[in-house]
Nanobody
């Protein structure tokens, strides 16, 4: 199974920007999808955005549309999450995983350490 490592988090003032990176051990299989997820304190993990590494088709949650942009660099096996106009409610640990959605009866058990994003007002 593809191994993923998140990086790029930090602290930023409201309205600021950060770019997260998700580097994969390999971009296989051909239909690989990489998703970004986040978990705020006391809340369940939620999907943020995802991208097909083969054709670049993307999906983003309504809460981040127009502010976050997901992209990929296949030469570097890396998916990026450009986060602009950040809000305090975007504060969370951000994770990436090799899927966009998943059957709750088949939970994913290979989450990485994630990267902390803190937005202060």
């Amino acid at each position: 199974q593809v191994q993923l490592v998140e990086s790029g988090g930090g602290m930023v003032q409201s309205g600021g920007s950060l770019r997260l990176s998700c580097t994969a051990s390999e971009f296989t299989p051909d239909d690989l999808i990489i998703g970004w997820f986040r978990q705020a304190p006391g809340k369940e993990r939620e999907g943020v955005s995802c991208i097909s590494v083969s054709d670049g088709i993307t999906y983003s949650a309504d809460s981040v549309k127009g502010r976050f942009t997901i992209s990929r660099d296949n030469a570097k096996n890396t998916v990026y999450l450009q986060m602009d106009s950040l809000k305090p409610e975007d504060t969370a640990v951000y994770y990436c995983a090799p899927f966009c959605g998943r059957d709750p009866s088949d939970p994913y058990d290979s989450w990485g350490q994630g990267t902390q994003v803190t937005v202060f007002s």
